[in-house]
């Protein structure tokens, strides 16, 4: 079970590379956040520019797990 979470958390995140702008912003400025089985991705575009094809390099920042506190 945690094998097939960590391959869907690595899978949503390599699905960054091509639409990174898919996920909402974050409360926190200049953040993303995505949810995968449970877990909060939330990264970072550099430059965020609202759209797939621009959006520079994707920093991935930390995943929380099921009933972590989310302080970033």
């Known amino acids: 079970m945690a094998e097939a979470k960590l391959k869907a958390i690595a899978a949503a995140i390599q699905g960054l590379l091509k639409h990174p702008c898919l996920y909402r912003r974050s409360e926190h400025g200049g953040r993303r956040e995505m949810i995968v089985r449970g877990h909060l991705v939330v990264y970072r575009l550099r430059p965020d ?4 094809q621009t959006a520079g390099d994707v920093e991935v920042l930390r995943v929380f797990g099921p009933g972590q506190d989310v302080v970033v």
């Not at 520019?49 to 797939?52: A, H, R, V, W, Y």
């Open 49 to 52: 520019t609202g759209s797939n």
